[in-house]
């Protein structure tokens, strides 16, 4: 039997994943069902065979960019559904698991993967986010959220979940009018601005990107509200140097992922001495269904460099040595794996626009991507929490009956 055969024996049941290799052979796995995608796979020559032996996800990323594998029908999305959905966490299921050797090796480099100093958190978020507004623009909803959506609905689409995530994030806040408020991380600017709009508050955004931070500063202007929203290039350690007790409300929307183990305490610290005495934060993160593990070696070599996806328990125990006390934490099991399959459908659809305005190998890496991560959101051991914290056990109401009551009136005057 073939080696990636051996690799995935037992592993495909349910669809087909059909194997063609340019030597003409031919072998199928699994067997068809409702339900379940048939997949061809087509490896075009025997050393993108053994990248893919060595290392399954990174070495069939690296192949499937350059090309030296396909996929029928460029259905890059169903060959990682097929093998993820056939082998999902909650049972344990993994293809070529590291051998515990390669695992601890892992473990002890973690930490000089994410030691993100002030240079090089600026070089990872330019590797991501400065590639081009107009590229994400493409894609993305008319806010350019570029995080997990609220899908109240699985039918409401994209514009209305992502419209729906920021009600449910201002709700948490438990805002008032004449708050400032501290957004870490503020993307294009979208959720700033929305949150001055519902609720008057003084808005300052921090970014590492200067792409993003020039298309925030434009929308403010175009809005009239550059008075009271404001957007600044800074690292949230250097300005917590100055801002010490500013901010009623901190906001932190898929950021927390680029911070890194070795910088979660200085996070959580910083971001507690920003607050006022009974301030209030809303992270909204990426994170582990189960225990700490680590970076994958597809993302990070070609997406986020120096990011990592926190368990709960790191998160939860740096915050704790900063007093923040955790009011509130909502798991949004699948709300990701919508959102993601709504982006990977768009940038499907831009197809052309994407590999002209970049190329085709950079499609195939973007594709890849999305569709590895919605994977990993619908079968493997990802999720999204909103994790709120408190300075202050009475700042908030004593039950959180106020959360649902607060999005309903802020979403009835969208």
Known sequence: MPLIER??????????????????SISELGSQQAGWPDIILHIHNAAAERRILLNPRLGLGDAYIDGSVSVGDDDI??????VRRNNPWETGGEIGDSGMLKRLASQLVRPLRQMNNLSRSRANVAHHYDLSNDFYKLWLDSDMQYSCAYW?????????????????????????????????????????????QIANVEILGITLSEEQLKLARERAEAAGVSGRVKFELIDYRDLART???????????GMFEHVGVPQFETFFRSAAN??????????????????????????????FPG?????LSETLSASEKSKLIATDIENLRLHYALTLRAWYARVCEQREAIIT?????????WTFYLAGATAAFEWGGMCNYQIQFARNRRSLPITRDYIASSEIEIRSRQ
């Not at 709700?171 to 008032?176: G, H, I, R, W």
């Not at 801002?243 to 929307?253: K, L, N, P, W, Y």
């Open 307 to 311: 990011g990592y996806i926190p368990a």
């Open 357 to 365: 305005m970049m190329d085709a190998r950079f499609y195939r890496m």
């Open 274 to 303: 920003m607050l006022t005495d009974d301030g209030v934060m809303l992270l909204h993160t990426i994170g582990r269904l189960g225990k700490p593990g680590s970076t994958d070696a597809f993302t990070r070599k070609y997406i």
């Open 243 to 253: 801002a010490h007790g500013q901010f009623d409300r901190i906001v932190s929307v």
């Open 77 to 82: 999305m169903g060959l990682i559904e097929l």
């Open 152 to 196: 109240s609905d699985q039918n409401i689409g994209l514009e209305a979940a992502q419209s729906a995530k920021k009600a449910h994030i201002a709700a948490k806040l438990a805002l008032e009018p004449g708050q400032r408020v501290l957004d870490i991380g503020c993307g294009w600017g979208g959720m700033a601005l929305y949150l001055n």
């Open 7 to 24: 690799l995935l024996a037992g592993k495909i049941r349910h669809g087909t994943l059909r194997i063609e290799r340019a030597d003409g």
